[in-house]
């Protein structure tokens, strides 16, 4: 297949590339390196250019006949969003329709969208499945659900065909050892305790003891980023076929709170470091559990790296190499 990645040059992006490349695909990057690396991209075509350039888009478009696109171009950060919703409603959502309108002049059919938990905000009930109530508490997760709403309008007017896929805490490195997270500033829970393991940072901070959970602290399905892509694949070869539109909700079903993830990073790199409680962060829900189990039964997905252990012995030896600790 010939695919665009849309925001290859990020973190997920950047794996996918390479999984669709070892796949005997032929993967074209489309990244404004706004927080991508251009170094990150290391299989495929690449090209500098933002989804708000409608000429850019038209280029890249003519250039090559794509069998489908992949968007991870979003802003990621639910505190930054409650603080700047424009620069989230913008991106995320006004920028997408761009994108899906330039697909729409050039007939490419088949379109794999990042999406998120966010979606559902607070949750009614855990796991969450696909049928559970979309009531997004941040403008990060309203701006993920209008594009999925407008979706389902693209295809009724344009015959656009989509599998959203709603990510619920992606984590963990390539196996290998070349790619890995590397957001700046860094805001994700997994990251941010092995920097503290590594020295780079004094401490981690708990956000919030207080939720109605265990132990206190916010409750998380952590997901390895290669089993992520392996989805990502499945979906968009399924979706090439005609299996027509879905939307999967993605993680293993297991929920660990900070503490526990903390706890799981001490013993994965046997580091001591400094733990802080501090204030909960505006727009978190107490718990969000995924249940898959229709990715699981329609697109037979299996993952791969399930063990929190090891995503984050993955993310650990990324940490480790890649900072030169
Ligand atoms: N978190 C934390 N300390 C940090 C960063 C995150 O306690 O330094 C918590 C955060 O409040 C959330 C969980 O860890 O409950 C996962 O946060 P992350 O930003 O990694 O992902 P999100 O769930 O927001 O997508």
């Known amino acids: 297949m010939k695919i665009l990645v849309v925001g290859g040059a990020g973190y997920i992006g950047s794996h996918m590339v390479k999984m669709l490349s070892n796949s ?19 299989y495929g075509e690449f090209v500098e250019g933002d989804i708000a350039d409608s000429s850019i888009l038209d280029q890249v478009f003519s250039s090559t006949m794509f069998d489908g696109v992949m968007h991870f171009a979003s802003y990621i950060e639910v505190g930054e969003s409650v603080i700047d919703p424009g620069k989230y409603f913008r991106n995320n959502f006004s920028n997408t ?9 050039h007939d490419v059919k088949n379109f794999i969208f990042s999406s998120t938990a966010a979606i559902f905000g607070e949750p009614d009930y855990v796991p969450i499945d696909e049928k559970h109530p979309k009531k997004p508490i941040n403008p990060y997760g309203k701006s993920k659900l209008m594009v999925e709403q407008a979706l389902d309008d693209y295809e009724k007017a344009h015959g656009l065909q989509s599998v959203c896929l709603r990510y619920f805490n992606a984590a963990g490195a390539d196996p290998d050892g070349e790619l890995g997270e590397r957001h700046n500033p860094e805001t994700h829970l ?11 940072r004094d401490a981690i901070s708990i956000f919030g003891r207080d939720y109605s959970t265990a132990d206190g602290s916010c409750v998380r399905d952590y997901i390895h980023i290669v089993d992520l892509c392996s989805a990502h694949l499945i979906a968009l070869t399924k979706l090439v076929k005609g299996s027509g539109s879905k939307r ?32 909960r962060r505006p727009g978190d829900p107490a ?7 229709l ?24 940490e480790m190499s890649h900072f030169n600790h």
């Open 24 to 42: 005997g695909h032929h993967v074209v990057t489309l990244d404004n390196l706004s927080t991508g690396y251009r170094d990150a991209v290391k």
């Open 97 to 105: 329709l761009n994108l899906l309108d330039a697909m729409v002049r």
């Open 190 to 200: 997994v990251p941010l305790i092995l920097q503290a393991a590594s020295g780079r």
């Open 295 to 318: 990715a699981r039964s329609e697109l037979n997905w299996v993952p791969e790296y399930d063990d929190l252990s090891v995503i984050t012995q993955h993310a650990w030896e990324w």
């Open 287 to 293: 718990t969000l559990v995924a249940d898959s189990t």
């Open 248 to 279: 999967y909700n993605l993680g293993n079903g297991n929920g660990f709170s900070v503490i526990e993830v903390i706890e799981v990073v001490k013993k994965v790199t046997s580091r001591s470091f400094n733990v802080i409680e501090a204030e």
